[in-house]
């Protein structure tokens, strides 16, 4: 059984920071990709930020140079830093990891934490 356990949300003025963390824990062989993606009201989840198990990293556009992804692998876990947030940023996310556990590669999602930028 493994389990993802989101932090790091709250409410932040515009131009702030945050640091959202994912944590993953159970019977864990390996970790491959690890991602964030944001939901709003009414649209389907969209990636942000993707790295692979190689340490290549991917963004969406309208977070490219605000936002980094980065990992503790020893600790299985996958965190973004947000910095200069903007309203629009506004949104539910949600961490997603792939995991190898004894009984293959699967996909996980953590709880969602919510990031709600304004003044």
């Known amino acids: 059984q493994v389990q993802l356990v989101e932090s790091g949300g709250g409410l932040v003025q515009p131009g702030g920071s945050l640091r959202l963390s994912c944590a993953a824990s159970?019977?864990?062989?390996?970790?491959?990709?690890m991602a964030w993606y944001q939901q709003v009201p009414g649209k389907e989840r969209e990636l942000v930020a993707l790295?692979?198990?190689?340490?290549?990293?991917r963004y969406a556009n309208s977070v490219k140079g605000r936002f980094t992804i980065s990992t503790d692998n020893a600790k299985a876990t996958v965190y973004l830093q947000m910095n200069s947030l903007k309203p629009e940023d506004t949104a539910v996310y949600y961490c997603y990891i792939d995991i190898r556990t004894a009984y293959g590669i699967d996909g996980y999602w953590g709880q969602g934490t919510q990031v709600t930028v304004s003044s």
């Open positions: 790295i692979t198990a190689s340490g290549d990293t």
């Open positions: 159970g019977s864990i062989f390996s970790i491959n990709t």
